[in-house]
């Protein structure tokens, strides 16, 4: 770890907190222009890390007890990822399954933008896609698609009889979920919209969505809002 004199006293702090093991970090304190002319850009408010990479678990692990999983089908702005995955932390998902083709959510972006809740929300990638909604629907999982169709309900519908393992699915910007993916799963939902608004970026509807579905006690109010 390296870090800008400015933020050692926190660290000290955060480390006086923590229990006792024998985990040893190393980290170094350097000035603004060393740490910039590492990365060749200001983007680490003075503060860097290198960390491994972990190895992504199963489908089925993250699947296990869940009772709610979210799905990113092909976004690729890291925004969005980054958001989505806030959004998924602060509203109780329980898992995040991403497709082949959707951007990184390490990546330092996605990162950044998910306030580092892509380190606290398990995630995986699911490989096949959309094939992979036969294991979703497997593990006993009703797999909502948020797109448009003639034959979609109201996200209030679906929380009115809401299943008891849910998997909201939701598409790439601009043209959202595959037609593939729309017809493979078991519901397709929409949120009302007004204004003459047709529907939401992605991070924000995955919001809207993870907030009318969560499971009651799972994220509470007390932790307030923004």
Known sequence: MLLSPRWVPDLERLLAGLPADDTVV??????????EA???????????????????????SLLAGARRVAVLEDIVDHTNVGAAFR?????????????????DPLYRRSVRVSMGTVFQVPWTRIDPWPEGIA???????????????????????????????????????????KPTTVAESDLVVRIPMA????????????????????????????????
């Open 26 to 35: 190393p980290v170094y304190v350097a000035e603004e222009p060393v740490l």
């Open 38 to 60: 590492i990365t060749g850009f200001h983007v680490h408010r003075g503060a860097l890390a290198a960390m491994h990479r972990p190895v992504l678990e199963p489908v089925a």
């Open 87 to 103: 959004s998924a932390a602060a509203l109780g998902v329980d898992a995040v399954l991403v497709t082949p083709r959707c951007a």
């Open 135 to 177: 294991l979703l629907r497997e593990a006993g999982f009703v797999t909502a698609a948020l797109a448009l169709s003639d034959d979609s309900i109201t996200l209030d519908a679906l929380v009115a009889d809401p299943p008891d393992r849910l998997a909201l699915v939701l598409g790439a910007e601009g043209h959202g979920l």
């Open 195 to 226: 204004g003459g608004v047709d529907s939401l970026n992605v991070a924000a509807a995955a919001a809207v969505a993870f907030w009318a579905t969560r499971v009651t006690g799972q994220a509470g109010s007390s932790r307030g809002s923004v």
